[in-house]
């Protein structure tokens, strides 16, 4: 128990260290940026008519003046008490602002990778399992397809397909347009989320399953599954059994690794069928130099990723016995 | 059927490929004149033989708009994909060569940037560099090596433990000569091939940061521009100026993709039955 302690410490202080650099990494970035808040967000013309008073107060809100050093400070020193700091363009809370907007989005990408997890891994099984077969080539073909597909396209094409030719499903939007907040229903919800969770979903399949596909495929040709053929096992029972055991572990790492590609997948699509989402949140923010709630997104889906990669890394020694008393040992 | 054997077809894949992107290239270049004309008698006109992929509100030539952003989305391409996979050599080799702190630096930086959505990172980078042509090409160069480095890494340290490179170094030769006799041969390949499979990624993210406004300004028809416009007229059913170009974006990212594919097969056969 000792060392699972141990190991889970050292894998907590490694991923405070990263978020740390992600933070500094990304409020560096944002401060060598050459564009002016004041510009992008007031504009040339009503600035030419501000008094040098009201510039001054300006640049006080978008916080131009102070050193970068200070700045960072002051926001690490926020953070760590638990306060974001406030948007710039939304005026609330960037704490309030990405709780709200994480809400929209996360059950769309918890959607999306549930099911791109589920049908990269039985593609990978199918094809690994037939490999040179006809079904082989079509996974692969479809695999490739879909790793040169991108995705604000496909959510493009979707769009004119179902929302305007076809007319089943609504353009845009998390809840139908003009209709006030206390009668939007559950229904509501889960109609406007359709195409943007199936045109996330297609992200992130082709990964999986390729790797999924040489594993099995591997898998194949040991000699535990030659051993089974010749008892007699049926190919069913020898994919199930021999296979997909085998298979899941680097499945689960792949999958918990794609919560990264998931989010900037729902970056796109959210920006695509203008669902009020983390990632439409993130491109405004980016587009309005609003310093605050950018580096609150950046730190919030950064420490996302290392959490998914954290329980992946737990989850080997849940999932797989060998390392568990591997580890125990060394 | 004996004299085709893979490595002819490989070859021959590869030139036509190569061919066809390079006519899109310079297709491109040449209509760039006419992918900014404008005409509006003939504006909003559905595909037809005198327009193969339509007209879009101004009159402008679909075909000449997605012709000449793809030009400059491979042109991008190239660069980028050559300054990411230049970046994973030497932090690559580096790493894998110096050891100790310099290794641990290394290792927590791909960590950092590989911790970052891509996007994300892809964006604030593009902001660095004030957006424009600058920051899609810094945006996109300094985040897609880590995987890469990660791969040369690995493979350095691999072969630094072989026995002909041990052997080498017991018996007096130079450093320099072990790097260039019997490293690089290994390298060079799997370099390539990675530099190679560098292209669909940064052509997608090129046109993904554009789509979304940190990249190249709306006057240039990149491909990310002309489907971002393209949203507004979608609704009322002008479905060409969407579909073709984005089809033939997920084209020319196929091309490169079979150019990796049959480079690997030629450098790598073995790894062709796996």
Same mark, same amino acid.
């Given at each position: 128990?000792?060392?699972?302690?141990?190991f889970?410490?050292?894998?907590?202080?490694?991923?405070?260290?990263?978020?740390l650099?992600?933070?500094?990494?990304?409020?560096?970035?944002?401060?060598?940026?050459?564009? @002016?808040?004041?510009?992008t967000?007031?504009g040339?013309?009503?600035?030419?008519t501000?008094?040098?008073?009201?510039?001054d107060?300006l640049?006080d809100?978008?916080?131009?003046? @102070?050193?970068?050093l200070?700045?960072y400070?002051?926001?690490?020193?926020?953070f760590?008490?638990?306060?974001?700091?406030?948007?710039l363009?939304?005026?609330?809370p960037v704490?309030?602002?990405?709780g709200?907007r994480?809400?929209?989005?996360l059950?769309l990408?918890a959607?999306?990778?549930v099911?791109?997890?589920?049908?990269?891994?039985?593609l990978?099984?199918?094809?690994?399992a037939?490999?040179?077969?006809?079904?082989?080539?079509?996974?692969?073909?479809?695999?490739l397809?879909?790793?040169?597909?991108?995705?604000?396209?496909?959510?493009?094409?979707?769009?004119?397909?179902?929302a305007v030719w076809?007319?089943w499903?609504?353009?845009?939007?998390?809840?139908?347009?003009?209709?006030d907040a206390?009668?939007?229903?559950?229904?509501?919800?889960?109609?406007?989320?359709?195409?943007?969770a199936l045109t996330?979903?297609?992200?992130g399949v082709a990964?999986?399953?390729?790797?999924?596909?040489?594993?099995?495929?591997d898998?194949?040709?040991?000699?535990?599954?030659?051993f089974?053929?010749?008892?007699?096992?049926?190919?069913r029972s020898?994919?199930?059994?021999?296979?997909l055991?085998n298979?899941?572990?680097?499945?689960?790492?792949?999958?918990?690794?794609?919560?990264?590609?998931i989010?900037?997948?729902s970056?796109?699509?959210?920006?695509?069928?203008?669902y009020p989402?983390?990632?439409q949140?993130a491109?405004n923010?980016?587009?309005?130099? @609003?310093?605050?709630l950018?580096l609150g997104?950046?730190?919030?889906?950064?420490?996302?990723?290392f959490?998914?990669n954290?329980?992946? @890394?737990?989850?080997?020694g849940?999932?797989?016995?060998?390392?568990?008393?591997?580890?125990?040992?060394? | 059927?004996?004299?085709?054997n893979g490595?002819?077809?490989?070859?021959?894949?590869?030139?036509?490929?190569?061919?066809v992107?390079?006519?899109?290239a310079?297709a491109?270049?040449?209509?760039?004149?006419?992918?900014a004309?404008?005409?509006f008698?003939?504006?909003?006109?559905a595909?037809?033989?005198?327009?193969?992929?339509?007209?879009?509100w101004?009159?402008?030539?679909?075909l000449?708009?997605?012709?000449?952003?793809?030009?400059?989305?491979?042109?991008?391409g190239?660069?980028?994909?050559?300054?990411?996979?230049?970046?994973?050599?030497?932090?690559g080799?580096?790493?894998?060569?110096?050891?100790?702190w310099?290794?641990?630096a290394?290792?927590?930086?791909?960590d950092?940037?590989?911790?970052i959505p891509?996007?994300l990172l892809v964006?604030?980078?593009?902001?660095?560099?004030?957006?424009g042509?600058?920051?899609v090409?810094a945006?996109?160069a300094?985040?897609?090596?880590?995987?890469l480095?990660?791969?040369i890494r690995?493979e350095?340290?691999?072969l630094?433990?072989?026995?002909y490179?041990?052997?080498?170094?017991k018996?007096?030769?130079?450093?320099?000569r072990i790097?260039?006799?019997?490293?690089?041969p290994?390298?060079l390949p799997?370099?390539?091939?990675?530099l190679?499979?560098?292209?669909?990624?940064?052509?997608?993210?090129e046109?993904?940061?554009?789509f979304?406004g940190?990249?190249l300004?709306p006057?240039?028809p990149?491909?990310?521009?002309?489907?971002s416009?393209?949203?507004?007229?979608?609704?009322t059913?002008k479905?060409?100026?969407?579909?073709?170009?984005?089809l033939?974006l997920?084209g020319?990212?196929l091309?490169?993709?079979?150019?990796?594919?049959q480079l690997r097969?030629?450098?790598?056969?073995?790894s062709?039955h796996?």
């Amino acid at each position: 128990m000792k060392h699972r302690l141990i190991f889970t410490s050292k894998k907590l202080l490694r991923m405070a260290l990263l978020l740390l650099g992600v933070s500094l990494a990304a409020f560096l970035l944002m401060c060598a940026s050459p564009l @002016d808040p004041l510009q992008t967000n007031v504009g040339q013309a009503a600035l030419g008519t501000m008094s040098q008073e009201q510039l001054d107060q300006l640049e006080d809100y978008w916080g131009v003046n @102070d050193p970068p050093l200070q700045r960072y400070l002051g926001w690490l020193g926020d953070f760590i008490r638990g306060d974001m700091g406030t948007s710039l363009l939304y005026r609330q809370p960037v704490g309030q602002v990405i709780g709200q907007r994480l809400q929209n989005s996360l059950w769309l990408m918890a959607f999306a990778w549930v099911v791109s997890g589920v049908l990269g891994l039985t593609l990978g099984v199918l094809a690994g399992a037939n490999r040179g077969k006809l079904v082989d080539k079509a996974v692969r073909g479809y695999c490739l397809l879909l790793s040169s597909t991108p995705a604000f396209w496909l959510g493009l094409v979707l769009l004119v397909v179902f929302a305007v030719w076809l007319g089943w499903l609504p353009i845009g939007l998390s809840v139908p347009i003009g209709m006030d907040a206390a009668s939007v229903t559950l229904s509501h919800r889960l109609y406007h989320a359709i195409l943007p969770a199936l045109t996330l979903s297609f992200t992130g399949v082709a990964g999986i399953a390729m790797h999924t596909r040489e594993k099995m495929a591997d898998i194949m040709e040991s000699d535990y599954v030659l051993f089974a053929r010749a008892r007699g096992e049926s190919a069913r029972s020898i994919v199930l059994r021999h296979g997909l055991r085998n298979v899941i572990l680097p499945a689960i790492t792949l999958q918990f690794a794609s919560i990264s590609e998931i989010f900037g997948g729902s970056v796109l699509v959210e920006q695509v069928f203008s669902y009020p989402g983390l990632g439409q949140a993130a491109v405004n923010a980016g587009l309005g130099s @609003d310093l605050p709630l950018l580096l609150g997104i950046t730190v919030v889906s950064a420490a996302i990723v290392f959490g998914g990669n954290f329980i992946a @890394d737990l989850l080997y020694g849940v999932v797989d016995p060998r390392i568990r008393r591997g580890a125990a040992r060394g | 059927m004996n004299h085709w054997n893979g490595r002819k077809r490989a070859v021959i894949l590869l030139a036509a490929a190569l061919l066809v992107l390079c006519g899109v290239a310079a297709a491109g270049a040449l209509a760039a004149d006419q992918a900014a004309a404008t005409d509006f008698t003939r504006k909003n006109l559905a595909p037809s033989p005198a327009f193969l992929f339509g007209t879009d509100w101004m009159g402008r030539d679909m075909l000449a708009r997605t012709l000449t952003g793809l030009s400059l989305s491979i042109r991008i391409g190239l660069l980028t994909a050559a300054v990411s996979a230049l970046i994973a050599l030497c932090l690559g080799t580096l790493s894998a060569t110096l050891g100790g702190w310099a290794d641990g630096a290394v290792s927590w930086c791909i960590d950092l940037v590989m911790g970052i959505p891509h996007i994300l990172l892809v964006m604030l980078l593009s902001l660095a560099f004030g957006k424009g042509f600058a920051g899609v090409v810094a945006g996109v160069a300094l985040s897609h090596w880590p995987s890469l480095a990660r791969v040369i890494r690995g493979e350095v340290l691999q072969l630094k433990g072989a026995v002909y490179v041990q052997t080498a170094e017991k018996l007096g030769v130079s450093r320099l000569r072990i790097a260039r006799r019997h490293l690089l041969p290994h390298l060079l390949p799997q370099f390539f091939v990675g530099l190679v499979l560098q292209f669909p990624h940064a052509i997608l993210h090129e046109a993904s940061i554009t789509f979304l406004g940190f990249g190249l300004s709306p006057e240039q028809p990149a491909i990310g521009v002309i489907l971002s416009e393209s949203m507004k007229y979608l609704t009322t059913g002008k479905w060409w100026l969407a579909v073709f170009p984005g089809l033939s974006l997920v084209g020319v990212v196929l091309l490169f993709a079979a150019i990796g594919e049959q480079l690997r097969r030629m450098w790598h056969p073995a790894s062709v039955h796996q």
